[in-house]
């Protein structure tokens, strides 16, 4: 039985895609829309309303203008995005780290000699 209640994990943050892009914006001062997506792999819908709940929230910045006669759009993390990252990904750790333990130390968890039931 665990002696606390699960660690915070950030709603905002938690869903794949939105932990994919605030992941991918981490190691960049901004990167180009059609960046992020290709990297996402999603389609630019996917990533407009990814981009926009994590904007609602502050964790993104959206910047628009131009690149020579052609609109773009620069996606940047927020340092407050940056710390929910942080946090988010702390509370998984601590998560996967009590759930090894709990494993490591159920009274079943013992070898079974390569047998799965």
């Known amino acids: 039985m665990r002696d606390a209640g699960p660690p915070a994990l ?3 943050i938690h869903h794949p895609t939105r932990l994919t892009v605030a992941a991918f914006l981490s190691g960049c001062a901004e990167a180009e829309f059609s960046a ?3 990297y996402c792999g999603v389609t630019d819908s996917v990533l407009s309303k990814t ?8 964790y993104v910045s959206v910047r628009k203008g131009y690149f020579g006669k052609r609109p773009r759009t620069w996606v940047a993390l927020t340092p407050t995005g ?3 990252l942080a946090g988010h990904l702390a509370a998984l750790e601590t998560l996967a780290a009590a759930a090894r333990r709990a494993g490591a130390e159920a009274p ?6 390569g047998e799965r039931t």
């Open 51 to 58: 981009i926009a709940a994590l904007e609602k929230a502050g």
């Open 108 to 113: 079943d968890s013992g070898d079974t000699g």
């Open 10 to 12: 950030d709603k905002e």
């Open 36 to 38: 992020v997506r290709d």
């Open 82 to 84: 940056r710390t929910a």
